[in-house]
Nanobody, 124 residues
Framework: QVQLVESGGGLVQAGGSLRLSCAAS????????MGWFRQAPGKEREFVAA????????YYVDSVKGRFTISRDNAKNTVYLQMNSLKPEDTAVYFC?????????????????WGQGTQVTVSS
């Protein structure tokens, strides 16, 4: 069983930055591919970024490329999402997720464990 707890959300003006963290309570954190997803009101949950077990490979949705950076610290069982140049359309609840496979990282169904989410609100 993997428990995930996100933190770092909040209210920020457009152009600002936030750093999300996701702490995992699991003995073998490095065995999991980690992803970040977001869900805006009335919309489906969408893929944002993912990182491979060692952190050597990262994946992003086109809308955040060049603005967001995913990273992980396996010694701390934590994955991060650095978000820069935030836009109002980035407003959503952000979720971290843990999965086993690197074959396909974008579908929600590829992930086995989810956190409760943290709200990010970007004002214009």
């Amino acid at each position: 069983q993997v428990q995930l707890v996100e933190s770092g959300g909040g209210l920020v003006q457009a152009g600002g930055s936030l750093r999300l963290s996701c702490a995992a309570s699991v003995r073998t954190f490095s065995n999991y591919v980690m992803g970040w997803f977001r869900q805006a009101p009335g919309k489906e949950r969408e893929f944002v970024a993912a990182i491979s077990w060692s952190g050597g490979s990262t994946y992003y949705v086109d809308s955040v490329k060049g603005r967001f950076t995913i990273s992980r610290d396996n010694a701390k069982n934590t994955v991060y999402l650095q978000m820069n140049s935030l836009k109002p359309e980035d407003t959503a609840v952000y979720f971290c997720a843990a999965g086993r496979s690197i074959v396909a990282v974008t579908p929600v169904a590829r992930y086995d464990y989810w956190g409760q989410g943290t709200q990010v609100t970007v004002s214009s």
